[in-house]
């Protein structure tokens, strides 16, 4: 990626972190009902910020655009990314494949806080509101597994 390129794509992702969760903000106020609301405020607007925080972390690292790295890492986006909008239809949680996955490929300790975070929150909806343990246990598994492979020596991109 040329120079301007990155730079304006780390610029794009920026913004994109801070007027996704206050659109999703925004949103909530629309919806009379509070699980509604909580959702919005509390589940999706978090996430809003963490994925073009990970994304703008990520692009600086990445050699090619088709490196082994490149290529995982856009997998998992898209797969949780295909969670988001297809709601029930995928059986794992997005949010868990994607801050599992996330947390332990990205070296910035900040960003792995806010990740932990986002695990400690997402486990509660998942467990506690939902009930939901299945696509909990699924997503935490298939962004372990992900990482793992991220890792594995063949894979680890040349830094």
């Known amino acids: 990626m040329r120079a301007l390129d990155l730079q304006t794509t780390r610029r794009v992702l920026w913004w994109s972190a801070v007027l996704l969760p206050v659109g999703a903000v925004a949103a909530s106020f629309f919806f009379p009902d509070w699980p509604a609301k909580r959702l919005l405020i509390f589940y ?18 990445w050699q090619t655009p ?41 070296r910035r300790t900040g960003y792995r806080l806010l990740t932990l975070g986002l695990l400690v929150e997402t486990t509660i909806f998942k467990l506690w509101l939902w009930r939901d343990p299945t696509s909990w246990a699924l997503g935490l598994a298939i962004g372990l597994i992900a990482a793992v492979i991220y890792h594995w020596p063949a894979s ?4």
């Open 156 to 159: 680890r991109p040349a830094i």
């Open 44 to 61: 999706i607007a978090p996430l809003f910020f963490a994925a073009p925080i990970w994304v703008r972390l990520r692009i600086s690292e």
């Open 66 to 106: 088709f490196s082994s790295s490149f290529a995982l890492d856009a997998t998992v986006f898209l797969l949780s990314f295909l969670r988001f909008v297809s709601g029930q239809f995928l059986p794992f949680s997005g949010h868990m494949l994607f801050l599992t996955y996330s947390g332990l490929v990205t």
